[in-house]
C-alpha cells in the first residue's frame, strides 16, 4: 500500500522562503515519477514542478521558474519543494504524487495529467503567503 505524506507548509510573509517535503511508502521514488501540484480555493490543481524517475527530467510550470527548486533524497525516500520569493498568490494546498506507472516518463504534461486523474496521493500541506 502506498502511502505518501506531505508537510514542511505555513504562514511566510510575501518574499520569503519555505521547503516543503514529501515522504513516500510503498513505492521507491527511484522508479516512479513524482512531483508537485498546488490548488488555490476556487481554482483548478495546477502542476508545480515533476522530477522523473530516473531523475534526470525536471519540470516547472513557469510560474514557478527561477524560484521553486524540486529534489528528491532516494536514500530517504523523500521529494523535496525548496519555494523562493513567494508571493500572495502563491497560496494554496500543496500535494505531491506518484505517476502509478514504475519507471514511465513521457514529459512533464503527460505526468501531470496522468497523475491528477489516477496517481498516488498525499493529503496535502498548506502554504499562506501574505501581503
Known amino acids: 500500500q502506498v502511502q505518501v505524506v506531505e508537510s514542511g507548509g505555513g504562514l511566510v510573509e510575501a518574499g520569503g522562503s519555505l521547503r516543503l517535503s514529501c515522504t513516500f511508502s510503498?513505492?521507491?521514488?527511484?522508479?516512479?515519477?513524482i512531483g508537485w501540484f498546488r490548488q488555490a480555493p476556487g481554482d483548478e490543481r495546477e502542476g508545480v514542478s515533476c522530477?522523473?524517475?530516473?531523475?534526470?527530467?525536471?519540470v516547472y510550470a513557469d510560474s514557478v521558474k527561477g524560484r521553486f527548486i524540486i529534489s528528491r533524497d532516494n536514500a530517504k525516500n523523500t521529494l523535496w519543494l525548496q519555494m523562493h520569493g513567494l508571493k500572495p498568490e502563491n497560496t494554496a494546498m500543496y500535494y505531491c504524487?506518484?505517476?502509478?506507472?514504475?519507471?514511465?516518463?513521457?514529459?512533464?504534461?503527460?505526468?501531470?495529467?496522468?497523475?491528477?486523474?489516477?496517481?498516488?496521493w498525499g493529503q496535502g500541506t498548506q502554504v499562506t503567503v501574505s501581503s
Open positions: 504524487a506518484a505517476d502509478p506507472r514504475p519507471r514511465y516518463y513521457n514529459g512533464g504534461q503527460e505526468f501531470f495529467k496522468q497523475a491528477s486523474d489516477v496517481g498516488y
Open positions: 510503498g513505492l521507491s521514488v527511484t522508479d516512479y515519477t
Open positions: 522530477i522523473s524517475y530516473r531523475g534526470n527530467m525536471i
